[in-house]
């Protein structure tokens, strides 16, 4: 069997090492605050990692914890699964700008569109209506905060690649309290690097100064790990990568997956903030690293980043058991990759998918076995298969089954108006 790689045994030690060093603690980690009792629904957050399907979650699960552990996204109460098919005429299956648009306003769409309909008409989001309600907002990623899935909740254009005027609508219009992500190029103007230098092939394309804008808008600017650990704002603009956090690219051609600041730091620094609204708030966290690994069948960075979304998670539920009144939603916003999970084959099963970007990866180590297993592409695209859904807290329980993707919006809603 012909293997791209091997396990490199000590990279998810290290991952675990820099996401704990942690210097922010949460005015939520005490369990003896007034919040943690109280029961009315509150607060929204939605975790997607962008790409995952049922055979992602199989994956990361044996890797992190074993043929007889759960993970943190898995030892949810509820499950669902969920449909993710465009509203198109040329297409069955959907690209992360439909899928964001259903989840974000309810409404079924074409790929490619932004919170707009087929007419190219803007529809309200989720996060615009959290806004309205008076509760804080904020969109986490380790895409560029300006790419598909996040721009879905706080933009409305025809095309997601007008990522210029994706970012100046998040900070003249939408503004959500807390920006944290990569994409800083679509900030800065034609000539001006910003903090992360330009390269041949990123380099600063906006047709105005967006930083300076959102400083004037009330924005504390951040652009490493340091000034977001020491900011006390209320208002957060962090801009950690050219584009996103990460390197993308098939197996032995120079991937990594190093964010600045971790999706887990970034997350706590998203919940510290948000947490001073009295009203509540909707959060968005996105781990993009596991769709962009998938894309290019790289197994090992898709296990590493789907690691790190999973230890998020536990972020995440550990805040929302404190509080009691927050509804937490992990889900996949569509497949990439046809992976599949295979055991070892020999010379009487060789790898059927060939010698391609689609062959075989490994053999993986399952964690606290013996044994191993194999990572088995189809495709270096986005696939129409269900994505399982996890969910607990207010609310959660309209999740269980088999639903649209448009439901998710529709949840959300229901939670945040409840009065």
Excluded: C
Excluded at 142 to 158: G, L, M, N, R, W
Excluded at 277 to 303: C, P, Q, R, V, Y
Excluded at 377 to 385: A, S
């Amino acid at each position: 069997m012909l293997k791209k790689s091997a396990w490199i045994s000590g990279s998810i030690a290290t991952v675990t090492t820099i996401a704990a060093a942690i210097a922010v603690i949460p005015a939520w980690a005490d369990s003896n605050t007034a919040a943690s009792h109280h029961h009315t629904p509150k607060n929204v957050i939605l975790m997607i990692g962008d790409g995952m399907g049922a055979g992602h979650r199989q994956a990361i699960r044996l890797s992190k914890v074993g043929l007889n552990g759960n993970l943190e996204m898995d030892n949810l109460p509820i499950s669902g699964l969920v449909h993710t098919s465009p509203s198109d005429s040329s297409a069955t299956v959907t690209d992360s700008a439909a899928a964001g648009t259903a989840m974000a306003t309810g409404v079924k769409t074409y790929n490619g569109a932004i919170a707009v309909n087929h007419n190219k008409q803007p529809i309200p989001t989720i996060l615009e209506r959290a806004k309205q309600m008076g509760k804080a907002t904020g969109l986490v990623t380790t895409s560029q905060i300006t790419d598909a899935t996040p721009a879905s909740f706080a933009s409305h254009v025809t095309n997601r690649k007008e990522q210029s005027e994706i970012a100046r609508q998040m900070i003249e219009e939408s503004q959500p309290d807390v920006l944290l992500g990569g994409g800083e190029d679509y900030f800065y103007p034609v000539g001006n690097p910003g903090k992360y230098p330009d390269t041949d092939k990123q380099k600063s394309s906006a047709p105005s100064h967006l930083v300076k804008e959102a400083i004037k808008n009330g924005y504390t600017y951040v652009s490493n790990r340091k000034e977001l650990r020491q900011t006390t704002s209320k208002k957060i603009l962090g801009l950690f990568a050219n584009e996103e956090m990460f390197i993308q690219a098939p197996e032995d051609e120079g991937a990594t997956y190093q964010p600045v600041v971790p999706l887990k730091e970034m997350t706590k620094k998203a919940l510290y903030t948000l947490n001073k609204s009295k009203n509540g708030f909707f959060l968005l966290i996105e781990e993009e690293g596991i769709d962009e690994m998938a894309h290019n069948n790289n197994s090992e960075l898709t296990l590493k980043s789907g690691q790190a979304f999973d230890r998020t998670v536990g972020i995440v539920k550990h805040y929302a058991k404190k509080q009691g009144d927050t509804l937490v939603i992990v889900v996949g916003d569509h497949e990439t990759g046809g992976m599949t999970i295979e055991d070892e084959g020999d010379s009487s099963h060789p790898d059927e998918s060939g010698d391609g970007l689609s062959q075989e990866d490994g053999p993986f180590p399952i964690a606290h076995s013996s044994k191993t297993f194999i990572i088995d592409w189809t495709t270096g695209n986005h696939t129409g298969v269900d994505v399982p859904l996890t969910a607990m807290g207010p609310g959660s329980k309209r999740l269980t089954g088999m639903y649209e993707n448009t439901t998710l919006y529709d949840v959300m809603y229901q939670v945040l108006s409840d009065r």
